[in-house]
């Protein structure tokens, strides 16, 4: 059902991105075929996920395929003389491998192991075209919402201490040493997904079938929902509306050493480049359920779904690219949203429904803060910050509480019978 909507979805993307004049992800997907990809880790990492539905000898000679492939498009790059100026120079053969297994599948497979091999198949384009997808979704944002609303966000997160502010000047104190790191988490969130769902699909070559509930399904959600509500709340974020990023569109070049001022805000034009991609943050949304799914897995999983979180969080911050109260609404974002999916596979009942009702409310009522009292949460931090802070962790708090009853509970371990004393 996902995968259906996820396709009716980059079908119209396409045609939208089109109707700009811009290529569709569908078309940005099928360059890499033979163009540079833009992230070759990223191709690597959905064959990775492909590869879940093969058996181990399967699984070698699809990675030396792959790589052969890139070796041999590297060496006809080079004596042809082609400079990559923008992408990767691998990771077309992992696409190629990915497209080889669906005609396998068509062409070799029958019944059951042709639906495994192309569910297979269809994780793996997922993932890469779900990023093209969001590509586009942020050009068509750019395009479309002349006016943003940043001065209302900004002006909010007075409430939170203007914590980008204070973050951005920490990240600049560390140096390019924890820029780097920082960066190399930010831009590789996707492939850390993949880790922690490969460890959830460990399985599948064996038990010849997916798991009912896993972490992938949570990311397209978020990536299908999340940039629909940036058309009607969108932001740019403070390094680009108040630091040198914005340029001449920017209110004024105060980020991170100086906090705006508390005034009453008002919609600003912006430029039609830069995606209104801020409210909720999705990159903490992804962090979250990253959390989440790693928290069932060996002790090493749990703390790379911990450390990536925490980065995230500080890059998203540190860079300038969201606001507090972003992050605050992104967390809530996710957990309505894993709540639903477990419900649905678990059936419906009256805590799921609380749940998922309970969370749709404070994500809603957060938006309609940050845009109608805006003012009153710069004026008095001490009272909305701590209710931001609280209602926050009334989804979270709801979402352990509730999850924990849905787990089977565990059968009492049977002690062996002592022998009854023979009678003297």
Not at 67 to 76: E, K, N, P, S, Y
Not at 135 to 144: A, E, G, P, R, V
Request: proline share 7%.
């Amino acid at each position: 059902m996902l995968g259906v909507a996820a396709l009716g979805f980059l079908i119209t993307l396409e045609i939208a991105a089109r109707c700009y004049g811009l290529p569709g992800p569908i078309t940005n997907q099928m360059r890499e075929v033979i163009f540079p990809p833009k992230s070759g880790f990223l191709l690597y990492a959905s064959m990775a996920l492909t590869m879940v539905v093969l058996t181990w000898r399967q699984r070698f000679i699809a990675l030396g395929v792959a790589v052969g492939i890139d070796i041999v498009i590297f060496l006809v790059r080079w004596a042809a003389d082609v400079k990559i100026t923008d992408g990767h120079p691998f990771g077309n053969g992992a696409l190629w491998v990915i497209l080889g297994c669906a005609v396998i599948a068509i062409t070799r497979r029958t019944g059951r192991e042709r639906v495994l091999l192309l569910q297979g198949v269809g994780l793996g384009l997922l993932l890469v075209t779900g990023r093209k997808a969001g590509d586009t979704w942020l050009l068509i944002t750019s395009k479309t919402r002349p006016a943003v609303l940043d001065q209302y966000v900004a002006t909010a997160d007075h409430a939170l201490g203007n914590p980008s502010w204070l973050a951005g000047r920490i990240v600049r104190a560390t140096g390019p040493i924890g820029a780097h790191v920082l960066d190399y988490v930010y831009i590789q969130l996707a492939v850390a997904a993949v880790v922690v769902a490969m460890y959830q699909l460990r399985n599948v070559a064996v038990e010849r079938r997916f798991p009912s509930h896993h972490l992938v399904r949570t990311f397209l959600v978020i990536g299908l929902l999340g940039p629909g509500i940036y058309m009607f709340f969108p932001v740019v974020g403070p390094v680009f509306a108040y630091g040198a990023e914005g340029g001449h569109w920017a209110v004024a070049s105060v980020w991170p050493d100086t906090p705006p001022p508390i005034h009453a805000p008002h919609p600003m034009l912006f430029d039609e480049i830069t995606p209104r991609n801020c409210m909720p943050s999705l990159h903490t949304a992804w962090a979250t359920a990253i959390f989440i799914h790693s928290r069932k897995g060996p002790r090493i999983l749990r703390f790379a779904g911990a450390f990536w979180l925490i980065a995230t969080l500080s890059a998203t911050l540190g860079f300038g690219y969201h606001y507090g109260v972003d992050l605050v609404a992104g967390v809530v974002f996710t957990l309505t949203i894993e709540a639903a999916l477990r419900s649905l596979e678990r059936g419906w009942d009256r805590s799921a429904t609380q749940l998922v009702a309970h969370g749709a409310t404070v994500f809603a009522a957060l938006l309609v803060s940050y845009r109608y009292l805006p003012v009153q949460m710069a004026e008095y931090p001490w009272l909305f910050g701590p209710l931001l802070l609280l209602a926050m962790a009334s989804v979270i708090h709801g979402y352990i509480r509730t999850t924990n009853l849905w787990q089977p509970e565990a059968a009492p371990v049977r002690q062996p019978e002592q022998p009854l004393p023979e009678p003297v």
